[in-house]
């Protein structure tokens, strides 16, 4: 477990690296560079790379966090890729469960499996659930986020690629949007960003706008309309 540069999550915690491009999000995967880096340093936990790997050694790590923590759930990877057993996901389930003054916030492009195994696992009230919606071609799987028992539920909006200013936000508890960064990075239009802050604002939902991203996002910042926009849902 390490702390993290996200702004919305307090620590990262990766049980499962890895995995394999499912959407046009995933172009540029920053965890897919940060992996072949780690993997080039001799990092024991990223000596394959970006090839989807469990790690049922971490799954004690957050017995050493006592006080309350937002912790961002396999930001290396995701945790309902199909190379991730279902035993496995159940045990992490267990450790989240069994932690409830930490809120765990997982974060998945497949929520196909997840209403497939959605009956099995145990959504505890301290377990934020959120799909990625980058583009027209990722608006479907809201349906499936919908049909998902956890208690709360988001949209990451990042990197966001088109307009989204027709999607249905009901039953969405937060919404996350930011511009893709790094080498290739596309680019991120005001006039989507503000779509979606004013769709917040009239369905009152907490907005946060992480970045616009970039080459060289730390100069291009976050601020919108001169103002900063890091709203988080009332648990």
Same mark, same amino acid.
Request: a positive charge; hydrophobic letters at 35%.
């Given at each position: 477990? +390490?702390?993290?540069?996200?702004?919305?999550?307090?620590?990262?915690?990766?049980?499962?690296?890895?995995?394999?491009?499912? &959407?046009?999000?995933?172009?540029?995967?920053? @965890?897919?560079?940060? @992996?072949?880096?780690?993997?080039?340093?001799?990092?024991?936990?990223?000596? *394959?790379?970006?090839?989807?790997?469990?790690?049922? $050694?971490? !799954?004690?790590?957050?017995?050493?966090?006592? /006080? *309350?923590?937002?912790?961002?759930?396999? =930001?290396? =990877?995701?945790?309902? #890729?199909?190379?991730?057993?279902?035993?496995?996901?159940?045990?992490?389930?267990?450790?989240?469960?069994? #932690?409830?003054?930490?809120?765990?916030?997982? !974060?998945?492009?497949?929520?196909?499996?997840?209403?497939?195994?959605?009956?099995?696992?145990?959504?505890?009230?301290?377990?934020?659930?959120?799909?990625?919606?980058?583009?027209?071609? @990722?608006?479907?799987?809201?349906?499936?986020?919908?049909?998902?028992? @956890?208690?709360?539920?988001?949209? &990451?909006?990042?990197?966001?690629? =088109? +307009?989204?200013?027709?999607?249905?936000?009901?039953?969405?508890?937060?919404?996350?949007?930011?511009?893709? &960064?790094?080498?290739?990075?596309?680019?991120? $239009?005001?006039?989507?960003?503000?779509?979606?802050?004013?769709?917040?604002?009239? *369905?009152?939902?907490?907005?946060?706008?992480?970045?616009?991203?970039?080459?060289?996002?730390?100069?291009?910042? +976050? /601020?919108?309309?001169?103002?900063?926009?890091?709203?988080?849902?009332?648990?």
């Amino acid at each position: 477990m +390490s702390k993290t540069k996200i702004e919305w999550t307090d620590i990262s915690w990766n049980p499962v690296t890895g995995c394999t491009k499912v &959407s046009n999000g995933c172009q540029n995967c920053y @965890a897919e560079r940060m @992996a072949n880096r780690l993997k080039s340093m001799k990092t024991d936990k990223y000596k *394959n790379g970006f090839k989807v790997t469990m790690h049922p $050694k971490v !799954l004690n790590e957050i017995d050493k966090y006592k /006080s *309350n923590k937002k912790i961002f759930v396999c =930001s290396m =990877s995701d945790l309902f #890729h199909k190379e991730v057993t279902d035993e496995f996901i159940f045990d992490i389930f267990n450790v989240m469960n069994n #932690h409830p003054q930490h809120t765990f916030q997982i !974060l998945t492009k497949r929520p196909e499996r997840v209403l497939k195994l959605n009956k099995s696992l145990n959504w505890t009230s301290n377990i934020w659930f959120g799909i990625t919606v980058e583009d027209q071609t @990722a608006v479907y799987k809201i349906d499936y986020l919908k049909n998902i028992d @956890a208690k709360l539920k988001f949209l &990451s909006c990042e990197p966001l690629l =088109s +307009s989204l200013k027709d999607i249905d936000l009901n039953d969405v508890d937060w919404v996350i949007v930011g511009g893709e &960064s790094g080498p290739k990075c596309r680019e991120c $239009k005001e006039e989507w960003v503000l779509e979606l802050k004013d769709k917040c604002n009239k *369905n009152d939902i907490p907005f946060f706008f992480k970045q616009w991203g970039g080459t060289n996002k730390k100069k291009n910042g +976050s /601020s919108l309309l001169g103002k900063y926009y890091k709203e988080f849902p009332k648990m």
